[in-house]
Structures are given as structure tokens and as C-alpha cells.
């Protein structure tokens, strides 16, 4: 069972990423970047967004029955460092940061580049709040952080 402190610290994360996610999608056009960048380089960096995707989606799927919105472990979870945990210990944060940056440059936007920043801020403070989770529940995280990034 969770502690009020670690209540409080999942609703702030989750509240803020999810207020972070609500303003990347709403239409900005006043803070579009001043390059226009020609119509192969936009199609080009769609390439890490789309990796981005399938990484979200592959990561999902290996952590189908183990999963929660809120940074606190689930009861029952077990410490995953096989799939997408081999080349990053946080690969959704990473798959929607890689996500989040190409659309940003596809669209043009230095506003959703600006969330995308915010996003990463937010991430990396959320997961070091999630390692200190996994560190007190699975000794073991200690050797895999040695050897795993964090991000891609």
C-alpha cells in the first residue's frame, strides 16, 4: 500500500506530465520556428518520432500486466532489464521525448520543441524518483544502472 507522501508525489507527476501532453497537442502557431527546413529533412526527421512509436509500443507490450500510470512499483512487478529496458531504463520517457522532439521539428513549432524540453525536465525528475522506488525494492537495480542509460 502506498504512503500519503508517495501519493501526493504520483499525482504531481502524472498531473503535470499529463497538463504537459495536453499543451503539446494544442495548436500553437504563434512561437513556429523561423527556418523553414525543405520538405526532405521534415520527412527525414519523422524517422526517430516513428522509432519512437514502436519503442512506446514494444516497451507496453513487454510491460503489459506490470504497468502504471503513477511512478510508484506495483505490487506484484518484478524488475524487467530484458527488450527495451536493455538500451534504456526509462524507454517509454525515451520513446516520447524521441517523439515528442521530431514531430516538434516536422511541424515546425518551437512551441512543442519548448514542451518536448519541459517533458524531459519532467521525466528526468520522475525517474530518479522511480529509481529510488526500484533501489529500495530490487537490490539488483544497482548493477543494471551501472550499465543501462537512462535515456536513450
Same mark, same amino acid.
Given at each position: 500500500?502506498?504512503?500519503?507522501?508517495?501519493?501526493?508525489?504520483?499525482?504531481?507527476?502524472?498531473?503535470?506530465?499529463?497538463?504537459?501532453?495536453?499543451?503539446?497537442?494544442?495548436?500553437? &502557431?504563434?512561437?513556429?520556428?523561423?527556418?523553414?527546413?525543405?520538405?526532405?529533412?521534415?520527412?527525414?526527421?519523422? =524517422?526517430?518520432?516513428?522509432?519512437?512509436?514502436?519503442? =512506446?509500443?514494444?516497451?507496453?507490450?513487454?510491460?503489459?500486466?506490470?504497468?502504471?500510470?503513477?511512478?510508484?512499483?506495483? &505490487?506484484?512487478?518484478?524488475?524487467?532489464?530484458?527488450?527495451?529496458?536493455?538500451?534504456?531504463?526509462?524507454?517509454?520517457?525515451?520513446?516520447?521525448?524521441?517523439? =515528442?522532439?521530431?514531430?516538434?521539428?516536422?511541424?515546425?513549432? =518551437?512551441?512543442?520543441?519548448?514542451?518536448?524540453?519541459?517533458?524531459?525536465?519532467?521525466?528526468?525528475?520522475?525517474?530518479?524518483?522511480?529509481?529510488?522506488?526500484?533501489?529500495?525494492?530490487?537490490?539488483?537495480?544497482?548493477?543494471?544502472?551501472?550499465?543501462?542509460?537512462?535515456?536513450?
Amino acid at each position: 500500500m502506498r504512503s500519503k507522501n508517495l501519493q501526493v508525489k504520483d499525482y504531481l507527476f502524472l498531473s503535470l506530465q499529463f497538463l504537459l501532453f495536453i499543451a503539446y497537442f494544442i495548436p500553437v &502557431d504563434l512561437l513556429s520556428l523561423s527556418i523553414k527546413l525543405p520538405d526532405w529533412l521534415r520527412i527525414i526527421i519523422l =524517422a526517430p518520432g516513428i522509432f519512437g512509436i514502436g519503442l =512506446a509500443l514494444f516497451t507496453l507490450f513487454q510491460l503489459r500486466n506490470i504497468m502504471s500510470v503513477f511512478p510508484t512499483l506495483v &505490487d506484484g512487478g518484478k524488475l524487467i532489464a530484458s527488450g527495451a529496458f536493455s538500451i534504456s531504463r526509462h524507454p517509454i520517457y525515451t520513446a516520447i521525448i524521441l517523439s =515528442a522532439f521530431s514531430f516538434g521539428i516536422f511541424f515546425e513549432s =518551437a512551441f512543442r520543441l519548448i514542451i518536448t524540453l519541459l517533458l524531459f525536465i519532467l521525466f528526468y525528475f520522475k525517474s530518479n524518483y522511480e529509481e529510488q522506488l526500484l533501489l529500495l525494492k530490487y537490490p539488483e537495480y544497482s548493477n543494471y544502472k551501472k550499465t543501462t542509460r537512462k535515456f536513450l
